[in-house]
């Protein structure tokens, strides 16, 4: 499956590291990512993941993480996901 | 010192740990956390000096586990801090509440491979709740306030602050920051509705008990929910004491080593009521297969815990001791009690054996029963640590301290030296098997250097027992690596410690010499050889289903 991500992160030097940890180890494949400091304070990430796991599994285990302020999750239709991906 | 007071970074330190009601702290100086060993240095918080830092956190984990208090750790940087990963990784997998503080290289040459520098940051992403690399004077205070917070609130966990050298010696005003307090979730009264409705229906209800009851304080709530419904239970490796050991529907442990009757009984409800409990694979066997007839009430702090391996029928996320109150109610379920109480007369343990050889598992049974009422078992990984949980009984979980989710080897010794500095009225044995204890040995300088009255029970096969068991039932008997027949003359080891012992054989000896351990002023290590024919019975296969128990089927090698 594949899904798309958005997340509002507390703006730390490592907080890009935590994410893509846990997307990794909880098995997830990022295959596009944007990165955006919104203030000094705040950034905002978007990604498309893709796995075979259900994407709570995912969502549930970032928001543990005390930097990220909000998780949303999306799961796109294949042929939707064909053209964000390509 | 009063606010507002200049002061080093290194002497804020102190001063927060000591507004935090922190009275110990256990660890080991080097370099770059000098300054904070300096403003130690008669500042009212005792340190324990560990011979390893490893040996300081799993000290450290058991001062909190024994007590609920968080548990604090010292470490310089490079090795200092590489060798605490094992212990955070511990205190993560069992969600220990600890707050570990690692000197770092100073600002300027982060980055530089300078000497002793490691990216601790990034070395304590996969295991911690949370780190920190402190980098601005007005950071520090805030971020171990914060350190604190993070450790205990939810579901607990070991929080690493890594704080430079420049940091450490650099001027503050010390200001007291606004606590900043972490919401717990509150539970939502309609699932309290439909757990209820769950409970009303079932007919074949069992309570499958986790570690998280304890870390909830929620043994009270736990022991009146089930004298409310009276549903039978059992409890995980973390969960033992949390169900009064006398309660008649309870069946001990459950899963890979746990009783006949607790998994039978599981795999035969309708109703699986998890409380603080994750679905472990040691507890579940096959996953698929497990109680794959029964609806699941979940209840746990952490959210991302419901549903993570089985899809629950009703979850609750929230505390545990306002939840178990509300699903107070009593049940119709006589008929499955009485299942229930005969399976645990058919499945009771047999601790008969014949000939003069000493059987573990009957010797722990006695030793539970010569245990006075404030006592603390801690006890290494292996076969010794099965047997721990199948045959000796508990008063409270703070009582068993087992590394449970990691299974690390060597915990057992530091977390007992914890356990006695955060319990001194307490009987404190350290149940270790021959290849555990040879993993933290050097902590038995801590014991001296304190005359700590920790008591060892050495359980010695000349084997890493558990291994050489899985190499026996699943490896054809080819038994790669796992002979311990060179270890060293344990009793003479520890009387270099200024520990005194003696080593057992025989079963008479037995009743003597655990009363002479438990009793006897001092620290002890009762040095006892058994037969390595013995394994740990019964025993789920990997990948099978935990009907399918393999029963005792011991053989001499």
């Known amino acids: 499956m594949i899904y798309t991500l958005t997340l509002t992160l507390a703006q730390r030097p490592e907080v890009l590291e935590r994410v893509l940890r846990v997307v990794r180890h909880r098995g997830f494949k990022v295959t596009r990512m944007n990165m955006q400091l919104e203030d000094s304070k705040i950034a905002s990430l978007d990604m498309v993941v893709e796995s075979e796991r259900a994407i709570e599994l995912l969502t549930n285990q970032l928001e543990k993480l005390i930097d990220v302020i909000q998780c949303r999750a999306l799961t796109l239709e294949p042929v939707t996901a064909e053209k964000v991906t390509s | 010192m009063k606010q507002g007071q200049m002061m080093r970074g290194a002497d804020a330190v102190i001063k927060v740990l000591a507004a935090h009601g922190v009275t110990n702290i256990f660890g080991y100086p080097g370099g770059a956390i000098m300054p904070i060993y300096d403003a130690l240095y008669g500042a009212p918080v005792e340190h324990l000096l560990s011979r390893h830092e490893q040996g300081a956190a799993f000290a450290a984990v058991g001062y909190a586990r024994a007590s609920g208090k968080t548990g604090v750790c010292f470490a310089t940087s490079g090795p200092g801090a590489t060798n605490l990963v094992t212990s955070l990784a511990d205190a993560l997998l069992d969600s220990v509440p600890l707050v570990a503080i690692t000197g770092q290289v100073s600002t300027a040459v982060i980055g530089t ?15 911690t709740k949370h780190s920190f690399m402190v980098t601005e004077m007005d950071e520090l205070i805030p971020t171990l306030y914060k350190a604190f917070e993070l450790a205990a609130s939810g579901r607990p966990g070991p929080v690493l602050v890594d704080i430079p050298k420049d940091i450490q010696i650099g001027m503050l005003e010390y200001k007291t920051p606004l606590q900043e307090r972490i919401s717990e979730p509150e539970f939502d009264g309609e699932k309290i509705a439909a757990a209820l409705s769950l409970l009303r ?32 239970s059992v409890a995980t490796l973390k969960g033992l004491g949390s169900v009064a050991n006398d309660s008649p529907g309870y069946l001990g442990m459950l899963g890979m080593h746990g009783s006949k009757a607790a998994n039978i009984a599981v795999q035969e409800c309708d109703l699986l009521i998890v409380v603080g409990a994750r679905f472990d694979d040691r507890v579940t066997g096959r996953l698929a297969s497990f109680a794959e007839h029964a609806k699941v009430i979940h209840l746990d702090i952490d959210t991302a815990e419901l549903g993570k391996l089985r899809r629950p029928d009703v979850a609750i996320a929230g505390d545990l001791r306002q939840i178990l109150p509300a699903l107070c109610m009593s049940l119709e379920i006589a008929p499955w009690q009485e299942e229930v109480a005969q399976l645990k007369r058919e499945h009771c343990w047999n601790y008969d054996r014949p000939g003069e050889l000493i059987f573990a598992p009957a010797m722990l049974n006695r030793l539970a029963d010569k245990l006075p009422d404030d006592s603390v078992v801690c006890c290494d990984v292996g076969q010794h640590q099965m047997w721990v949980a199948q045959h000796m009984w508990f008063r409270k979980p703070e009582d068993h301290l087992s590394s449970a989710g990691l299974g690390t080897m060597g915990f057992g010794l530091p977390a007992a030296i914890g356990a006695k500095v955060s319990r001194p009225d307490a009987t404190v044995v350290a149940v270790s098997g021959d290849g555990s204890f040879m993993m933290n040995v050097q902590e038995l300088t801590t014991i001296k250097r304190r005359k700590l009255p920790v008591k060892i029970l050495l359980i010695d096969n000349q084997k890493l027992g558990m291994v050489k ?32 012992g003696r080593t057992i054989t025989t079963n008479e000896q037995v009743e003597e010499a655990l009363d002479h351990l438990v009793n006897c002023e001092g620290p002890y290590l009762l040095h006892v050889r058994i037969d390595d024919a013995h394994n740990v019975w019964p025993l789920v296969p990997p990948g099978a289903s935990n009907r399918d128990m393999m029963e005792e089927m011991d053989k001499s090698t």
């Open chain 2, 113 to 127: 491979d300078a000497f002793q520098e490691i990216d601790v940051l990034g070395l304590s992403l996969s295991c």
């Open chain 2, 201 to 232: 229906q079932a007919k074949q209800p069992m309570l499958y008990v986790g570690g998280g009851v304890g870390l909830a304080s929620a043994v009270d709530q736990l022991r009146e929910f089930i004298d409310a419904t009276g549903v039978p």
């Open chain 2, 469 to 500: 068991q899985w190499q026996q039932l699943f490896f054809e008997e080819r038994y790669s690596e796992t002979d311990l027949s060179d270890n060293p003359d344990f009793v003479t080891l520890a009387s270099a410690f200024d520990i005194p």
